[in-house]
């Protein structure tokens, strides 16, 4: 086990900041490192007062490089299907019901990259990288990235990236509508604060219901989407917090969201 903490868990009022911390290896995402993870989102997921998240990197090199490629060697079908079982850290991440921004601050290749994937926003520092490079080592993304991927950029670019397991910059990701915004490195903390400080000032009520039924878009037929949306739009008016919204906007002052 490491002597420093693999997660650190920050609090910022109601935005928790969790890094992964293995910056001597590139945070490279190891057993420790996904347990530890599983567990701090377990966690945040039952605590009321954090109403988003942020996840980023420690230090200034990487997000996540990748899977730590260490654990491979000699590893049987066997191991990697135990390895693989539900849920994955990928899984957690996209479930959690509250938003997930992650703060790309250097390269986010092969598990970093489709753990970026399954956040919900990604910002970028303008030094990232991101890639797919499973191919290089004979495999294929095993974390998402055959599948959100190309939900997120397109058949095309999606291809080009795992087929080729080539990098590109924060720039060409943008271009591709990989990450939602580009930043100078000492700014991208920042930002990804202040919109988490943004989005958990809103109604958790609302803000998990238009999370749960935006995704369901991903999955279902625009029919079955459509049901899911209105369901859950309905399910907002029993909300303590839809009656403090519409009062406060009739009376021209500020929410205070109760987040029930």
Known sequence: ??????????????????????????????????????????????????????????????????????????????????????????????????????????????????????????????????????????????????????????LGAALKLILSGEMIDATEAHRIGLVEEVLPPDQLMTRAVALAEMIASKSPVAVMAAKEATRAALSMSLAEGMKVETALFQLCFASEDKTEGVRAFLEKRPATFPGR
């Open 1 to 154: 086990m490491s002597a420093a903490p693999v997660i650190l868990d920050e609090r910022r009022g109601a935005v928790a900041i969790l890094t992964l911390n293995r910056p001597d290896k590139r945070n490279a995402l190891n057993g420790e490192l996904r347990c530890a993870l599983l567990g701090a989102l377990d966690a945040i997921a039952r605590d009321a007062t954090v109403r988003a998240i942020v996840l980023t990197g420690a230090g200034d090199k990487a997000f996540v490089a990748g899977a730590d490629i260490g654990e491979f060697e000699g590893r049987t079908p066997v191991d990697q299907f135990r390895a693989m079982k539900l849920p994955t850290i990928f899984e957690a991440v996209e479930r959690i019901a509250k938003p997930v921004i992650a703060a790309v601050n250097g390269f986010c290749l092969g598990g970093g990259m489709e753990l970026a994937l399954a956040c919900d926003i990604r910002l970028a520092s303008s030094a990232a990288k991101f890639g797919q490079p499973e191919v290089n080592l004979g495999i294929i993304p095993g974390g998402g990235g055959t599948q959100r991927l190309p939900r997120m950029v397109g």
